[in-house]
């Protein structure tokens, strides 16, 4: 802990924040503090304890807080924008609204964390613990979630446009309505989930699990399903084309799907 702030209490720090003054907070607890609104814009915020503080609106630009801890913290529409969040722990914090877009949450925890309405474009999610995460209205678009933990994870109308979600464990996650086109599905689970309503354009799921999934209504003009394990999945009143792949034998028309554009 620095000099300046070692012998001061966490009121004391918070008075200074408030009044402008930029401390070394690294490694600091602030737990359980008012901190709404405040300026953190490029601060090293290592390993900072922010536990169930109120952060709403506080702004983090480019601010370094690898494994800091937010747990059940308050961040409604905080500004995260090129903040690094590496290993972060996030459990049932609200960032609903927040803004972090190109933010890296490598192997972050946001477990049961709310994240609706959440501008993630660009962020960098590798490895993450989303498992139960509400990120219901989400813009992810050119996010990469490789290797995410999205099980029973909300993701209803999320956009997840040209998103990377190769290796994505989605088991009985809800994206129902989500906008997934030209998003990488490679060796992804969806096993149970809820797919219904998805637009699958230009979409490629090389080894995806889609099984016991509904996907119906979903839109899979030129798809690429060749070698996706669709068993038990529902395809009631999706749609697809000419250019749609589909595994060896597999029958859409006997599965409910309908060809538009034939």
């Known amino acids: ?98 803004n972090l877009v190109g933010a890296r949450l490598d192997h972050a925890n946001l477990e049961e964390t709310n994240l609706a309405g959440a501008d993630l474009e660009g962020a960098y999610m590798t490895g993450a613990d989303a498992r139960h995460a509400n990120l219901r209205g989400a813009r992810l678009v050119h996010a990469n979630l490789t290797r995410v933990q999205l099980q029973h994870a909300d993701l209803r109308d999320a956009d997840l446009r040209y998103a990377r979600l190769e290796k994505v464990n989605a088991r009985h996650a809800n994206l129902a309505g989500a906008k997934m086109m030209g998003t990488d599905l490679s060796d992804a689970n969806f096993a149970g989930a809820n797919l219904s309503g998805v637009n699958l354009l230009d979409a490629s799921t090389y080894r995806t699990n889609f099984e016991g999934a509904d996907l119906s209504g979903a839109l899979l003009a030129n798809c690429d399903l060749h070698g996706a394990r669709l068993d038990k999945a529902n395809l009631k009143g999706a749609t697809y084309d000419k250019l749609t792949k589909w595994p060896e034998d597999f029958d859409p028309a006997a599965h409910g799907a309908v060809e538009i554009g034939a």
């Not at 930029?22 to 607890?29: I, Q």
């Open 1 to 98: 802990m620095a000099v300046e702030t070692m012998n001061l209490s966490k009121e004391e720090i918070r008075a200074k924040l408030v009044a402008g003054e930029r401390l070394p907070l690294a490694y600091l607890d602030l737990g359980h503090l008012e901190l709404a609104g405040l300026d953190f814009s490029g601060q090293d915020l290592t390993e900072t304890c922010f536990w169930e503080c109120d952060l709403t609106s506080a702004t983090f630009y480019n601010a370094m807080m690898a494994e800091a801890d937010l747990r059940g913290a308050n961040l409604r529409q905080a500004e995260l924008v090129g903040a690094t969040l590496s290993r972060a722990q996030f459990l049932r914090a609200n960032l609903e609204q927040a």
